[in-house]
């Protein structure tokens, strides 16, 4: 597999995601990502639950499912007492920051 086949893979998955935004929780969480460097589900679902009333097993499912499923997040542990600490991948960044501010996902210019 290509990596141009991974790339509009992941566009496509991405797309979806967004299109199947009916209140703008997932862009939600999607800027919150933009913003913030890294971040936990914890945190997530502090800043998220200011503007939406969620729960944190519904934040952690979501992250989840971006991470396995988009492929747009990267993960990691300090320890295994500590929690996993999420961020965008920074290919991903202009890719995502496009689709939400022009509400359509196209390939960023090279």
């Given at each position: 597999?290509?990596?141009?086949?991974?790339?509009?893979?992941?566009i496509r998955r991405l797309?979806?995601?967004?299109?199947?935004?009916?209140?703008?929780l997932?862009?939600?969480i999607?800027?919150?990502?933009?913003?913030?460097?890294?971040t936990?589900?914890d945190e997530?679902h502090?800043?998220?639950?200011?503007?939406?009333?969620?729960?944190?097993?519904?934040?952690a499912?979501?992250?989840?499912?971006?991470y396995?499923?988009?492929?747009v997040?990267r993960s990691?542990k300090?320890?295994?007492?500590?929690?996993i600490?999420?961020?965008?991948?920074?290919e991903?960044?202009d890719?995502?920051?496009n689709?939400?501010?022009s509400?359509?996902?196209?390939?960023p210019a090279?």
């Amino acid at each position: 597999m290509t990596i141009e086949s991974i790339r509009s893979k992941i566009i496509r998955r991405l797309q979806r995601f967004i299109e199947l935004d009916v209140n703008g929780l997932r862009s939600h969480i999607l800027s919150k990502f933009l913003s913030v460097k890294e971040t936990t589900v914890d945190e997530l679902h502090a800043a998220i639950t200011v503007k939406y009333e969620i729960s944190r097993s519904a934040i952690a499912s979501m992250v989840g499912y971006i991470y396995s499923k988009i492929g747009v997040l990267r993960s990691h542990k300090e320890s295994y007492k500590t929690p996993i600490i999420y961020s965008l991948k920074e290919e991903y960044v202009d890719l995502i920051r496009n689709a939400l501010e022009s509400g359509n996902i196209a390939q960023p210019a090279a």
